[in-house]
């Protein structure tokens, strides 16, 4: 797999302008100046997927990397994201596509994106497995891997069943490191008994981690004074061995400035550092919020298909952090194809829930918050 840096640029949350007609389009002049930095701090990987941005973040890869810069001086990984396709034609059409948008001729990493639930089904359903295989005897993909939003059990499940792939990408941050929802640490270690090698994404957990409470905050301050709060988050997870590179979803000059900044000159965490992040997470676990493990229950019962789990989790988000982009963020990509404001208040998942949550109120106040426009 080669050397590559422990930054990597996701290309999913990216710098915007306002266009003729009023629409927001990406502001390609300022991501061309984030890429030059990023590249001259000596960072090559790139990461984007069919889904981002509205489907126009390949196409802004292609002008801002690939355009511009030798092929083989950088590594374009891009996602097929089959739940996004009407039939199996169409899943594997999207190959296609995204070779055609990223203009890349081939990909250094390819993922299945965003295994997990029922989503996981689909990709061995309609043959994308053998056919992504297919792509590697062609050359077209140099490594095969997937990302995963599920917990260790789901992820293993893959494993077992996949012994093939190059890689993993999966969520891991300090604060979701003992997650019972997220289970990073139990995600990673799955991934480490298995050698894979493990590309981070969410390391400052959509920019949360840097709007963390006061009091958390003010241990990390007291620590290092100088340290960057995303500076934290990016050196704890590019500390763990294994890890082929960290993603950060960087939308301005500055953040990618910053993180350049950090990631030349990484220092793994050491133990004190260890412990005031720790001393982090206990303070957010005990932050008041809604008591769901993810389990999954409800979702078996529930007549209207509410993605109850995923909203609990943006509210979650907004008690955790008061971050509103990311919990609205959240809630569109996991909760919009089942939303809270379909609920019929008939009960089955409170009868079903064993942390007995007030899951209609809660409900109530998602749709409030989240589903304004
Ligand atoms: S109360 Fe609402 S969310 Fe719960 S099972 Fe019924 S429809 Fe679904
Ligand atoms: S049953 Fe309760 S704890 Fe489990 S996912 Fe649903 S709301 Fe969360």
């Not at 889904?51 to 891009?78: C, I, M, N, W």
């Not at 993909?141 to 893959?158: C, P, Q, T």
């Not at 019972?180 to 050698?195: I, L």
Request: aromatic letters at 8%; a negative charge; glycine letters at 8%.
């Amino acid at each position: 797999m080669g050397e590559i840096g422990k930054l990597g640029f996701g290309f999913m949350r990216l710098p915007e302008v306002e266009g003729a007609d009023g629409s927001k389009e990406i502001d390609l002049d300022t991501l061309a100046g984030m890429v030059d930095t990023f590249m001259n701090g000596g960072f090559t990987y790139f990461d984007t997927a069919r889904g981002y941005h509205g489907g126009r973040s390949e196409a802004a890869l292609k002008a801002a990397v690939v355009d511009r810069y030798p092929r083989e001086s950088f590594q374009v990984a891009t996602k097929l994201p089959a739940w996004m396709a009407k039939d199996a034609a169409d899943a594997r059409a999207m190959f296609d596509a995204s070779l055609e948008q990223t203009g890349a001729g081939y990909f250094d990493f390819f993922l299945l994106h965003n295994l997990g639930e029922e989503r996981t089904r689909l990709f061995d359903d309609w043959g994308l497995w053998d056919y992504l295989a297919e792509k590697k005897r062609e050359g077209l993909v140099r490594n095969l891997g997937f990302s995963i939003h599920d917990k260790a059990d789901a992820l293993e499940a893959v494993l077992d069943a996949h012994p093939e792939v190059d890689f993993v990408q999966l969520q891991v941050n300090y604060a979701d490191w003992e997650s019972e929802t997220v289970e990073s640490r139990k995600c990673y270690e799955a991934a480490r008994a298995r050698n894979l090698p493990v590309v981070v994404m969410e390391p400052v957990k959509g920019g949360s981690l840097v709007k963390l409470p006061d009091d958390a905050a003010a241990v990390l301050r007291n620590a290092a004074p100088d340290e960057p709060l995303a500076a934290w988050a990016l050196r704890f997870a590019a500390s763990l061995p294994g890890v082929l590179t960290v993603l950060s979803g960087m939308s301005t000059p500055a953040q990618v400035e910053e993180n350049v900044r950090t990631m030349r000159a990484f220092r793994p965490v050491g133990p004190e550092e260890r412990a005031a992040l720790d001393h982090v997470r206990a303070i957010l676990d005990g932050i008041p919020t809604v008591p769901c493990t993810d389990c999954r229950y409800c979702l078996k019962s529930c007549p209207q298909g509410v993605r109850i789990p995923a909203a609990l989790a943006s509210l979650n988000i907004l008690a955790l952090y008061g971050d509103e982009h990311r919990a609205q963020e959240n809630y569109d990509w996991n909760a919009s194809a089942g939303p809270a404001s379909s609920c019929v208040a008939c009960g089955a998942c409170e009868d079903v829930c064993p942390q007995r949550i007030g899951i209609v109120r809660e409900l109530v106040r998602a749709a409030g918050l989240f589903e304004k426009r």
